[in-house]
């Protein structure tokens, strides 16, 4: 009860490890890959009652209530509608025996410790992380700035002269501006992050 306690105190009850890639099919994760589609584990924490698999889609987090139960609740957090921020790494000091990586995914705050001996391992992850962040935030950019083109676009051709039935002219005008937003959106909303991960990782 006192060993418990105190691991509470220190905050080292449920410190996570790094799987190596050749373990990562014993890990409960791995059932939940739509490797059909192309997903594919680049990075994968486990502690005593979760684990936090890093794909190049997104995180799947299987949250333990506890490290004494078995019930578990799957989350799936996808990149290309959960954005990434506020990603930092907490290095260990004098007396801890752990290092600690926090991110924020979608709405969702993270923030996983881990064995600080495998903190050169963390760092990779840190970097990708950082990496997806950026990445995203220059994809919006560049999607808001073709949206806006587009926007200008659309008002001009709409306040030119038309010298054809008037409702099929602007009904063309907004099916092609349509079909630009819906091109820009694919574009720049990207669903695989593997390069990321691959620069940074493997």
Do not use: W
Not at 1 to 22: E, N, Q, R, V
């Amino acid at each position: 009860m006192f060993g418990k306690l105190a691991a509470d105190a220190l905050g080292i009850s449920d410190i996570g490890m790094i799987i190596s890639p050749s373990d990562y099919e014993k890990v409960d994760s791995d059932d939940y890959i739509f490797s059909e589609d192309g997903e594919k584990i680049y990075f994968l924490i486990k502690s005593k009652s979760d684990e936090y698999c890093f794909t190049n889609y997104g995180l799947i987090h299987l949250d333990g209530s506890s490290a004494i139960s078995k019930k578990r609740i799957l989350n799936r957090y996808e990149f290309k509608y959960d954005k990434v921020k506020e990603v930092r790494l907490e290095t260990a000091g004098t007396v801890d025996l752990d290092v600690e990586i926090k991110f924020v995914i979608g709405e969702k705050n993270f923030s996983i410790d881990v064995k600080k001996n495998q903190i050169d391992e963390l760092k990779k992850l840190y970097k990708a992380l950082y990496g997806i962040y950026l990445l995203q935030q220059e994809n919006e950019k560049k999607m808001n700035i073709d949206l806006a083109s587009i926007d200008v676009a659309t008002n001009c051709l709409g306040k030119g002269r038309v010298e054809c039935d008037v409702v099929q002219a602007f009904s063309g005008i907004f099916n092609q501006a349509r079909g630009y937003r819906e091109k820009a959106s694919r574009k720049y909303n990207i669903r695989d992050y593997s390069e990321v991960y691959e620069k940074y990782i493997v």
